[in-house]
């Protein structure tokens, strides 16, 4: 069941699953992985944190993520995609199937502690990672949304995709 507000993938527009599919594909994941964060900040910015490029185009719940740098303390704001589920707000650290996670994972290991922020929002949150059937329960949300999760899962063959909840702290 989806959460109001969250466009799941059998109700996105046109352009909305055109966008997620294109996302999906090796060379849209990797013009989008080394873009989209870039393009996505500004209009954030000029938004007051309301929309990014990701969610104006794919429908797509994107929420800002402000974690503790693993090796330099300093903050790290991204956008991600935020799933509301039982506990909280799911991440997933899929990185478009690369080889690595990505770097906001680290940091989260690192120190759980960070902040979101959505609709003019700041959330403080505790990072918790989602196992077994809690895990498997978010997945499956989480393929209704966007099934490219599916092909990254395929991609990152060395690793297995983790999913954390970001519970209030």
Not at 54 to 66: N, Y
Not at 102 to 108: C, R
């Given at each position: ?25 090796g ?14 900040k ?16 794919t ?21 991600v ?22 770097s906001w ?10 902040e ?9 949150v ?44």
């Amino acid at each position: 069941m989806s959460e109001p507000g969250v466009i799941t993938y059998d109700r996105a527009n046109g352009v909305q699953k055109a966008m997620r599919t294109i996302a999906a594909t090796g060379p849209g994941s990797w013009v989008f992985s080394r873009t989209m964060h870039h393009v996505d900040k500004p209009i954030a910015k000029a938004t007051r944190g309301k929309h990014t490029l990701a969610s104006l185009t794919t429908g797509l719940p994107i929420v800002s993520l402000t974690t503790t740098g693993a090796k330099s303390g300093l903050p790290r704001t991204v956008p991600v995609i935020g799933m509301p589920v039982d506990g909280g707000l799911a991440i997933i650290a899929s990185n478009y199937g690369q080889t690595g996670h990505p770097s906001w994972y680290y940091n989260l290991r690192a120190n759980p502690a960070a902040e979101t922020y959505v609709d003019d929002q700041r959330t403080k949150v505790t990072a918790v990672e989602a196992t077994g059937d809690r895990r498997a329960a978010i997945w499956d949300q989480a393929l209704q949304l966007y099934p490219g999760f599916r092909t990254y899962d395929r991609r990152a063959t060395e690793r297995e995709i983790v999913v954390f909840v970001l519970e209030p702290a």
